[in-house]
């Protein structure tokens, strides 16, 4: 009896071991990933200090690196992408889990994945061809008619209509990111036991104080959870936003102005930076994304934190 | 039948296989996307004559200059000639491949190819962000009889390191003295205004989209996408319109057997007929290359390219290098290049 046993524990120690690994990889792959980059970026860290993160000046002839343009657009568009991709993500979620009639479920829940698989390039050159000709001739020019006047706000809607710039940026996101939350949505709403929606129907509850009371509040954690999934995607999108958003180094309170993400900026200059402190300036960038994903992160799961100990006093 | 055809399809097959390591003088280049609809034809005729293939990227002269200098391709492009110092620090030799033009497109509708005139200062203005609507005074005074409508200026640059922009700044900065104060030169520079496209196909997308779009492509670029260029007036006062004529003049007008390495730019031409921003396409190589096999296989492919490319450069709208060019180009690969 013994024999057996011991290989038993052994395979056991073996797998165990195994799985760890595949864990441990993850830490270490990020950690390699944080490490290459700073240490790529170090050199425009030192030569600029801290003028690196908050300059809007980045000239490549001139050698000098700011990298507040691209952090402002970044941060910019991904807001843009999720004012508009959670709403309607929820309402699609919902739609499909306690509104729309059995048979029409499946289908759209597998056109919502068909749309994550679209790769990022055609979602830019829609965006390009498509959306931004279309902003540019007759969405803009009324927005900076009609919005660009009020006060407080307006100023975020005058500019050029040139259908090309931050919002059209933050307008594809959101399509892109849209399947990512929704599905993910989608997915947790039908994870609510029945019976607690039936009760919740049976006091007469709407279709609404059921989705408020119950459904979100059950979902809240993976809700939070397909959110920043989403703005992650937002966040490190290269290929679709260099297309839209102008690639600019420019800073302006309007929406309808081109822009600049970190992410575009590296894909557009990096294959040609031959002047090592350009180089490292867009590794630095590379890791200033990583430290905003990072907080983003962070930020989630503090909420999180926040609310389970809500629930907990209450 | 079917069973004749799949073993004649598998002979081939591993015949082709057996053949591929026969390629190994295969070449590959990369750089300038001025140059790349030319030398896609070049290679493609290339190929059918001697059965070697030229691979070569557009990814932008700054872009070429990097990968030759790691040297990861047999040749680097550029439209930027490197000063010779630097070609010496780096052993790089040098040597232009072929002539063309920088021709400013604009999209304003109504407006057709070549029927808007720009002087050198008004373009350097409207670069600058100084004059932002096509119906402004300074335009509209050099084009008596074009209507020009109220329509907003949207400039269009490159955001990638390019020697397009290197000899569109170079001129900007010779005819505009507050542009070569306020922005200066170089294959990119801190634009003033405007959005930035990558390539020249980046920047023929985005004015094509743009209403009221300026910005300026290599010419093959703007005829190929059935753009609007304009024409533009020279140094010596006249208006030209660009094409194979005006990049002629402008050839014909520099002094190459004194340019040390063909370092040698040739914006602003003097010339009645020369067109003011045309540009030369340079080919860096090592001098004492690694593989000195491909280095050969790449200046025979030039070699071929100056006798039999000169029709096909024609027709793409470049002007081929002028009889005596060659014949000093091959004295500097005898003098320079060791392989």
């Known amino acids: ?314 | 039948m079917i069973n004749s055809i799949k073993l004649r399809v598998a002979a081939l097959a591993l015949a082709a296989a057996f053949v591929a390591p026969a390629h190994a003088a295969d070449i590959t280049g990369a750089g300038a996307s001025f140059i790349f609809p030319v030398m896609t034809r070049w290679s493609a005729d290339y190929n059918k004559a001697n059965g070697t293939r030229v691979n070569y990227q557009s990814i932008g002269s700054g872009g070429g200059i990097a990968q030759i200098k790691g040297a990861t391709v047999d040749f680097g492009s550029s439209d930027a000639p490197l000063p010779p110092e630097e070609l010496a620090a780096a052993g790089l030799g040098q040597f232009p491949s072929a002539i063309g033009g920088v021709v400013p497109v604009v999209n304003i509708p109504g407006i057709t190819a070549g029927q808007v005139r720009f002087t050198g200062p008004v373009l350097a203005d409207i670069f600058l962000g100084k004059i932002t609507q096509w119906n402004d005074p300074a335009i509209v005074a050099i084009n008596e009889g074009v209507t020009l409508p109220e329509t907003r200026i949207t400039v269009v640059h490159r955001t990638d390191g390019s020697g397009t922009t290197f000899n569109f700044v170079n001129y900007l900065s010779k005819v505009s003295p507050e542009w070569q104060t306020k922005v200066g030169e170089g294959v990119s520079v801190k634009w003033p205004t405007g959005i930035g496209g990558k390539g020249n196909e980046g920047v023929a997308a985005y004015v094509k989209q743009i209403k009221g779009g300026v910005g300026y492509v290599e010419l093959s670029y703007a005829l190929q996408s059935k753009m609007s260029y304009v024409a533009m007036q020279n140094k010596a006062g006249k208006w030209v319109q660009p094409g194979a004529e005006s990049f002629q003049a402008a050839a014909a007008s520099a002094d190459w057997a004194s340019a040390k390495d063909f370092y040698l730019i040739m914006t602003d031409a003097p010339g009645d007929a020369s067109w003011p921003i045309a540009a030369t396409n340079f080919i860096l190589m090592y001098k004492q290359p690694k593989d000195a096999a491909r280095s050969k296989a790449v200046t025979d492919f030039f070699s071929w390219v100056y006798v039999n490319g000169r029709t096909q450069a024609e027709e793409l709208h470049y002007v081929p290098l002028p009889e005596p060019l060659v014949k000093q180009v091959q004295e500097y690969w005898t003098a320079n290049f060791k392989f």
């Open chain 1, 1 to 314: 009896m013994r024999y057996p046993r011991r290989t038993s524990a052994r395979a056991d120690r073996f797998f165990a071991g195994l799985v760890a690994s595949a864990g441990y990889f993850v830490l270490f792959a990020l950690a390699g990933a944080a490490i290459s980059m700073f240490w790529g970026g170090r050199e425009a860290i030192t030569t600029f200090g801290f003028d690196f993160f908050t300059s809007s000046n980045w000239d490549v002839g001139a050698g000098q690196f700011g990298a507040a343009v691209a952090i402002f657009g970044t941060l910019v568009s991904a807001t843009i992408a999720m004012l508009i991709a959670v709403p309607i993500s929820f309402g699609i979620a919902l739609f499909l889990t306690e509104v729309a009639p059995n048979w029409l479920r499946g289908p759209v829940a597998a056109a919502i994945e068909l749309l994550a698989g679209i790769p990022s390039i055609i979602y830019g050159m829609w965006g390009l061809f498509v959306l931004a000709p279309y902003l540019g001739e007759h969405i803009y020019p009324w927005v900076n008619d009609n919005l660009g006047e009020l006060p407080l706000i307006g100023a975020l809607f005058q500019g050029p209509p040139i259908g090309i710039g931050l919002l059209t940026a933050g307008l594809v996101l959101a399509v892109m990111v849209i399947p990512f939350t929704s599905s993910v949505m989608r997915e947790v709403f039908l994870t609510v036991p029945t019976r607690l929606k039936e009760s919740a129907y049976a006091l007469g509850s709407t279709k609404w104080e059921v989705a408020w009371d119950i459904v979100l509040p059950y979902t809240r954690t993976a809700v939070i959870g397909g959110v920043f999934l989403g703005l992650g995607r937002a966040l490190g999108e290269t290929m679709a936003v260099t297309f839209v958003i102008g690639n600019a180094y420019n800073i302006s309170a309007s929406l309808l102005e081109p822009g600049t993400s970190i992410a575009s900026s590296i894909a557009n200059e990096f294959a040609e930076a031959v002047d090592p402190l350009h180089k490292s300036a867009l590794l630095a960038l590379g890791f200033v994304l990583f430290v905003i994903t990072f907080v983003v992160l962070s930020i989630s799961r503090l909420m999180l934190r926040q609310l389970k100990r809500r629930e907990g006093t209450v």
